[in-house]
């Protein structure tokens, strides 16, 4: 087996100084700052709100915990750093909430990704910090500048976020961004689950959608689907979806009754679209991440084992956890990754974590280390004398 390192695929560690002022109603994040006032109001309100707004409270609430995290950035990396074995490797994803029509965040984004870049240099973090920059199409030609930009600092790759308002084969990413990556040999990565953040003219139609008044689906820029454009034009962009389609459409699938015979089923659900696409040559750059979705761990982890027997998953699937955003879900980080070692055992986890992020991020990996010869049966014994 290789020595190669874990690598935790997805991470964040952007702050309150990222997130638009108007996240949330009532200048709520502010509040939240202050601890004993955070912890007052996590007690109470559960008990008074629907579920629909305690989801907001709590999403609100982690960005407000973790940016109490002293040292911005720098000490949440070095938060996550903690819960695993020296020499792990975390691919850091910035968020870009300026144009998501809530305000503006305090610190624009060019400062975030300085910031990442910063700690990247660190000579005790050297080599363990691979950041990407993310982008915008609202940026225009300046965010494309702003790409390169990163790039040129060393930047591992790109980050984006399709429900923040645009669908993945958005003409500047087409003609501009994707091609860079070709040309510089870096991964993509997309959000690709129904859940998380997005943008406000997105909200109102996705209440108009679920009270059944039509329209397309809103959440439609972050389906597996919404990449097949961006992967026929550019097979050889590795792509990574992350969430594995995400937990609502995992639920789905395990409780669900699907009729075979339905191709559309498949489709519409984003775990199976996934599954499908990965068979397809025309996706062989596809990958996924395991992230947040596998905090529902007792769910979903027998599925995952499951899908991973097949070859051509196996080679596709990257861990990633989604620190912060998912460990309040159920799971401290440690105890999701031993978990996670421990029930895939030694070579399925090395697979995961550490062969396929390296080929996902470069493009090659050692091969993997031959299958021992099997010890002749007794039958295949050659006969004595
Ligand atoms: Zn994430």
């Known amino acids: 087996m290789s020595d190669l390192p874990i690598t935790n695929c997805h991470v964040h560690a952007f702050t309150m100084e990222h997130v638009p002022d108007r996240y949330i109603r009532f200048g709520l994040l502010n509040v939240l700052k202050a601890r004993p006032v955070r912890q007052a109001l996590l007690w109470t309100l559960p008990r008074l709100l629907p579920l629909r707004h305690r989801d907001v409270l709590e999403r609100a609430a982690r960005f407000a915990a973790i940016s109490s995290v002293d040292n911005g950035q720098e000490g949440i990396l070095r938060t996550v750093r903690g819960y695993y074995p020296r020499g792990a490797r975390f691919v850091v994803l910035p968020m870009d909430m300026a144009h998501m029509g809530k305000g503006r965040p305090a ?10 870049a910063r700690i990247a240099a660190l000579p005790d973090l050297a080599g363990t910090i691979l950041p990407f920059a993310t982008f915008h199409p609202d940026r225009g030609l300046a965010g494309v500048d702003e790409v390169k930009r990163c790039f040129d600092m060393g930047f591992r790759g790109l980050k984006l976020y399709p429900p923040l308002g645009f669908p993945p084969d958005h003409p500047l990413l087409m003609e501009q961004v994707y091609p860079l990556c070709v040309e ?28 059944g008044r039509g329209g397309a689906e809103p959440r439609r820029f972050a389906s597996p689907h919404a990449f ?19 937990a609502i459409d995992w639920r789905d699938y395990l409780e669900q009754p699907m009729d075979p015979d339905r191709a559309d089923l498949r489709e519409a659900n984003w775990l199976t679209a996934i599954l499908d696409m990965m068979g397809d040559p025309k996706y062989a750059n596809l990958y996924t991440d395991i992230s ?25 699937v990257l861990f990633g956890s989604d620190f912060y955003m998912a460990e309040m879900e159920r799971l401290p980080e440690r105890s999701l990754s031993i978990r996670l070692r421990h029930a895939l055992g030694r070579d399925l986890f090395h697979r995961i974590a550490c062969e396929n992020p390296e080929r996902w991020l470069t493009g090659t990996a050692p091969a993997p280390a031959p299958e021992p010869e099997p010890a002749p049966k007794v039958d295949d014994a050659p006969p004595i004398g």
């Open 228 to 246: 097949k454009p961006v992967m026929e034009a550019f097979p050889d962009l590795r792509v990574c979806l992350a969430h594995f389609g995400g």
């Open 184 to 211: 510089r040999n870096l991964p993509v990565i997309s959000h690709c689950s129904r859940g998380g953040v997005s943008h406000v003219g997105l909200d109102r139609l996705e209440e108009a959608w679920r009270a």
């Open 292 to 316: 947040y979705t596998i905090f529902y761990f007792d769910e979903n982890f027998p599925a995952l084992r499951v899908f991973l027997d097949d070859a051509q998953v196996a080679a596709r």
């Open 107 to 116: 610190e624009d984004l060019p400062a975030q990704h300085d910031e990442l």
